[in-house]
């Protein structure tokens, strides 16, 4: 089992609509998680840290389940800019020191 | 600031060659971290290193490959030799202070192309 996984989509949306998806992660201990965006060909950027609470920034939410293992991330009001490779990560804690670990990634496609 | 920097942003070469892929962090970063990005494998941490110093190396596939980071502004991950298997994208990313409250700032990745 991978450590991190998610549904490698694509999630086909259409402008204006809401889409939300998971991420499971296999280490209990896990301490720390983020979702990074990737556009085509280009490089990761971290898009928002996700919080116990949950917490939201604009039309994207992010909550976590430490009971089931998983995060989610919510993007409502969908514009075309949104399509990308949504990359779960999550911090884990090695004996060799700290790692993150990258999920295989989400694909979105918003369209018109 | 111009972030992370990667050279080259292409490489083509055959198998049995050696291959020097560079970076260049954001200054005062004191984190640097090599990633391989393939189709089937994903996003794959090979080595970081705090300070300088090699953290954790786990992720480097085998002895074909090794990193060095012999001052603050300036890392190489080699290849030799390179087998058709190393094609990938390779990103170099750093942070500042720990891993886990600071953001990893990517470069634009090295797309390597191993015949």
């Known amino acids: 089992r991978k450590e991190v996984e998610q549904d490698p989509g694509p999630f086909n949306v259409p402008e204006g609509a809401t889409v939300a998806f998971n991420c499971t992660y296999s280490?209990?201990?896990?301490?720390?998680f983020f979702w990074y965006r990737q556009d085509c060909r280009k490089e990761p950027k971290l898009l928002m840290s996700?919080?116990?609470s949950g917490n939201e920034d604009g039309r994207f939410t992010a909550q976590l389940n430490r009971a089931s293992q998983y995060i989610s991330l919510l993007i409502r009001d969908s514009k075309l800019s949104d399509s990308a490779t949504y990359l779960c990560?999550?911090?884990?804690?090695?004996?060799?020191?700290?790692?993150?670990?990258f999920g295989g990634g989400t694909r979105v496609l918003v369209k018109p | 600031d111009a972030g992370v920097i990667q050279s080259p942003r292409h490489e083509v070469t055959e198998m049995g060659q050696e291959v020097t892929l560079r970076c260049k962090p954001i200054?005062?970063?004191?984190?640097l971290f090599w990633y391989r990005q393939t189709m089937m494998r994903g996003l794959e941490l090979l080595i970081y290193?705090?300070?300088?110093?090699?953290?954790?190396d786990s992720g480097m596939p085998e002895d074909r490959f090794s990193a060095k980071m012999p001052n603050a502004s300036f890392s190489t991950l080699k290849i030799q030799p390179s087998e058709p298997r190393d094609s990938a994208v390779y990103f170099c990313?750093?942070?500042?202070?720990?891993?886990?409250?600071?953001?990893?700032?990517f470069g634009p990745g090295t797309r390597l192309t191993v015949l």
């Open positions: 990313a750093s942070s500042s202070r720990t891993v886990s409250t600071d953001t990893q700032y």
């Open positions: 290193f705090n300070n300088n110093v090699p953290i954790d």
């Open positions: 200054s005062g970063h004191d984190y």
């Open positions: 996700v919080y116990s």
């Open positions: 990560v999550v911090l884990m804690i090695k004996a060799a020191g700290n790692k993150l670990t």
């Open positions: 280490n209990s201990a896990s301490q720390s």
